[in-house]
Every structure is written in C-alpha cells, then in structure tokens.
C-alpha cells in the first residue's frame, strides 16, 4: 500500500506564500487522480486542487489564480503552490490519491497551514 507524507505547512503572514509537498512511499506513475483537500476548524473537508495524470487541473472557485498544483512522478511526489495566502486559507491541508475524479481511496496525515493577517 501506497502511503503518501505532506510537508510544507507553516505559518505566514497573509499575502504570502507556501509550497506544500506529498511525496508517496511508492511509484505514483499507475495513479490516476491526486489532489489536495483541506479542512479548517469546524468546517468539513473540502477539495482544493486535483489534477488528472498531469492536466486536466480542477481548482476550487476560493484558490483560482492563486494556488497551483502540479506532479512529478520521477520523485513520487505532487506540489501545492499557494501564493496571495489569505487567513480564510487557514487549515490542516491533506494530500489525497485515486482511480478516479470521483474517489479518494489514499489520503495522508495532513500539514497545518495557518495564516495570520
């Protein structure tokens, strides 16, 4: 079994920037989705960012234009970009991995993003 690891998160002021990391314990190249959802406190989970094999890219309407994701299966690993940080931006951030748009079978432990205004 696959287990996928983030890092990354911390804390930064808002109108700054981070570049979370999940990197898989193994060869990410079979997967089909990986993506990124985040959960603040009292909130439900909610997807960020998730990319098919490399395109076909859907970002949530809250991080367009400021949060970028992309993957590079050389290193088993899928960045989250995320510029223009806002403290609404604020929560534990989770990588997840699937067979498809529709399903999320792997997820890791989660990093804490925090950003204060």
């Known amino acids: 079994q696959v287990r996928l690891v983030e890092s990354g998160g911390g804390l930064v002021q808002a109108g700054g920037s981070l570049r979370l990391t999940c990197t898989a314990s193994g060869n990410i190249s079979s997967i089909n989705v990986m993506g990124w959802n985040r959960q603040a406190p009292g909130e439900q989970r909610e997807l960020v960012a998730r990319q098919y094999r490399g395109y076909n890219t859907l970002y949530a309407d809250s991080v367009k234009g400021r949060f970028t994701i992309s993957r590079d299966n050389s290193q088993n690993s899928i960045y989250l970009q995320m510029d223009s940080l806002k403290p609404e931006d604020t929560a534990i951030y989770f990588c997840?991995?699937?067979?498809?748009?529709?399903?999320?079978?792997?997820w890791g432990q989660g990093t804490q993003v925090t950003v204060s205004s």
């Open positions: 997840a991995a699937g067979p498809d748009v529709f399903t999320w079978d792997l």
